[in-house]
C-alpha cells in the first residue's frame, strides 16, 4: 500500500522559513517524479513545485521561484519542500504528490498518489 505523510507544517510569521516533509512507502521512490502542490478551501489544488526522480531537474510555481526549494532523498525515501520569506498568502495545506511520468507531475488529475496534507498557516 502507498503512503505519502506529510510532516513539518505549522504557523510561521511572514518573512520566516519553514520545511515540509514527505516520507514515501509501498511504492519505487526512485522511479517516481515528485511533487508538492497546496490548496486553500473553495480553491483548486494548485502546483508548487516538482522534483525529477534522480532530482536533477526542479519545477516551481512563478509564484513561489526563488523562494521554495525542492529536493529529495532517494535513500530516505523522502521529500523535502524549504519555504524561505513566506508571505501571508502562502497559507494552505500542503499537499505531497507522486507520480510517475514527470510531464504529468504538474497537474493535480494526473497524480497517481497524493499524501493527506499539511497545514501551512503564515501570519501577517
Known amino acids: 500500500q502507498v503512503q505519502l505523510v506529510e510532516s513539518g507544517g505549522g504557523l510561521v510569521q511572514a518573512g520566516g522559513s519553514l520545511t515540509v516533509s514527505c516520507a514515501a512507502s509501498?511504492?519505487?521512490?526512485?522511479?517516481?517524479?515528485m511533487g508538492w502542490f497546496r490548496q486553500i478551501p473553495g480553491r483548486e489544488r494548485e502546483f508548487v513545485a516538482a522534483?525529477?526522480?534522480?532530482?536533477?531537474?526542479?519545477y516551481y510555481a512563478d509564484s513561489v521561484k526563488g523562494r521554495f526549494t525542492i529536493s529529495r532523498d532517494n535513500v530516505k525515501n523522502t521529500v523535502y519542500l524549504q519555504m524561505n520569506s513566506l508571505k501571508p498568502e502562502d497559507t494552505a495545506v500542503y499537499y505531497c504528490?507522486?507520480?510517475?511520468?514527470?510531464?504529468?507531475?504538474?497537474?493535480?488529475?494526473?497524480?497517481?498518489?497524493w499524501g493527506k496534507g499539511t497545514l501551512v498557516t503564515v501570519s501577517s
Open positions: 522534483i525529477s526522480w534522480s532530482g536533477g531537474n526542479t
Open positions: 504528490a507522486a507520480v510517475r511520468t514527470l510531464t504529468l507531475v504538474f497537474k493535480a488529475q494526473s497524480i497517481n498518489y
Open positions: 509501498g511504492l519505487p521512490f526512485s522511479s517516481y517524479a
